[in-house]
């Protein structure tokens, strides 16, 4: 899933998820606030939802304004990357950064649905997934180099200070020990561009099953997590 891809909101929730992600890099955007008014005002209490013809502008031009600079970036080598990660009851969201001449540049975006087991997991289960995911996902940049991951869950930074660790748990945690990675929590309000992602609605895939993983089109279709797991278990070995 991309911030390109990201259809436009149909509720209250998915307009201030939309609004969670701008939010997060409004100081890159001028007049973001006044760009996002007429959405804004779709979450007045009182208001009726009606998505006029200058809501869809208003949309469409912040989902420009990030996906271009100064909020987009391109990897440089001298800077280390900064990964948040996020989960919800439906999905999973990330976000690759670095600091680049002083600010805080997007990378990466990415996010997926998360499948009827993985729905079963607990919370803790389930932010681990988006970790083990995204820093799977994104090995290309973060394998051999040290980068830093926040997360909103308190309890999954305990989980790695356990000596013993059972199941499906140990085996996330056996393939992250390959990463040199330190994880710091920050609080949800802070956290509002990996936790819009993980929110956000889903698109139909058009991924073929003969792609790698560093070629999937959208990773959260089942064909996506089939090649995902597949590319998992192959670099296990």
């Known amino acids: 899933m991309k911030v390109r891809q990201w259809d436009a909101p149909q509720s209250v929730t998915q307009v201030r998820q939309f609004l969670g992600l701008a939010s997060y890099y409004q100081r ?29 502008e208003s949309f469409q031009k912040i989902k420009d304004l990030l996906m271009t600079a100064p909020v987009v970036a391109y990897p440089a080598d001298h800077s280390g990357y900064i990964l948040d990660t996020d989960a919800c009851n439906t999905g999973i969201g990330a976000v690759l950064s670095q600091v680049q001449e002083g600010q805080e540049k997007v990378i990466a975006y990415g996010s997926r649905t998360r499948n009827k ?15 083990h995911y995204f820093i799977e996902y994104y090995r290309q940049y973060l394998l051999g180099r040290k ?17 013993e660790t059972k199941g499906r748990i140990a085996r996330r945690i056996e393939i992250l020990s390959a990463y040199d990675f330190s994880i ?13 992602l993980s ?21 959260h ?17």
């Not at 955007?29 to 869809?56: D, V, W, Y």
């Not at 997360?151 to 356990?162: A, E, G, N, R, T």
């Not at 956000?200 to 991924?207: A, M, T």
């Open 28 to 56: 890159f955007i001028q007049h973001c606030s006044q760009i996002a008014s007429p959405m804004i005002n779709l979450t007045k209490k009182g208001e009726n939802f009606i998505r006029s013809p200058e809501c869809q």
């Open 117 to 131: 087991a993985e729905r079963n997991y607990s919370v803790t289960d389930k932010e681990l997934l988006a970790l």
């Open 147 to 163: 980068f830093s991951v926040r997360v909103d869950h308190q309890p999954l930074i305990w989980l790695f200070s356990l000596k």
């Open 184 to 196: 710091m929590h920050r609080p949800g309000k802070k956290h509002g561009n990996a936790d819009g």
């Open 199 to 219: 929110r956000c609605p889903q698109e139909q895939c058009l991924c073929s099953e003969s792609d790698t993983l560093e070629s999937l089109k959208c990773g």
């Open 221 to 237: 279709c089942n064909k996506c997590i089939k090649i995902w797991r597949n590319g998992e278990y192959s670099h296990r070995k």
